[in-house]
Structure formats: structure tokens, C-alpha cells
């Protein structure tokens, strides 16, 4: 059976001075966060926003533990994140049938 999970997480990043700033700091987290979890993520609200981002990260698999787990680990490596603060997160498990 198919699992998707979807977790939506905004992010503060108070010491952006510029949204071109922001905007490397967001695309070094991405790119580490695939690489990692091997998670499909991309900026999804508050482009616009100097020092707030929000994103989302998919993981498909069929196991739904696993899947949970994934992002329960992504969250973590979120909560340690040294260039800016988690500040809501929300995660949702997914089956089409």
C-alpha cells in the first residue's frame, strides 16, 4: 500500500538582512534536507517575508511507519537548525485508498 506524508513547517530566520540572503540560506536548507531524507521540499508561502519561510517536504513509501519516521527524523534535524527557528509545523499521512 502507498504512504505519502506531507510535512508543512514555517521557519523565522531572524538575521536574513535581504531576501536574496534569505533566500541562499532556504536553498542550502533544501538542498541538505534531500540529500538527507531523500524528501521532494520546496517554499511553498512567505516568499515575500524577509525573515519568515514556509515549506513543504513530501516522502512517498509503503511502509507507514516509516514514512512517519522519516519526517519525525526531518523535524528533528529542524529543531536543531542552527541559521533560523522552527516556529509551527504540521504533518500528515496520506493513503489513496
Do not use: C
Not at 6 to 28: C, D, H, M, W
Not at 31 to 55: G, K, P, Y
Not at 59 to 66: E, R, T, V, Y
Amino acid at each position: 500500500m502507498l504512504y505519502i506524508g506531507v510535512l508543512q513547517f514555517t521557519l523565522e530566520i531572524p538575521y536574513a538582512i535581504s531576501i536574496k540572503e534569505k533566500n541562499g540560506v532556504i536553498r542550502s536548507l533544501k538542498d541538505r534536507l534531500r540529500r538527507s531524507f531523500n524528501v521532494s521540499i520546496a517554499e511553498i508561502d512567505d516568499q515575500d517575508r524577509l525573515t519568515m519561510a514556509t515549506l513543504g517536504a513530501t516522502i512517498a513509501g509503503s511502509d507507514q511507519k516509516k514514512v512517519n519516521s522519516t519526517l519525525d527524523h526531518l523535524l528533528n534535524e529542524l529543531h536543531d537548525w542552527r541559521d533560523g527557528i522552527l516556529v509551527d509545523q504540521q504533518i500528515e499521512i496520506f493513503s489513496p485508498n
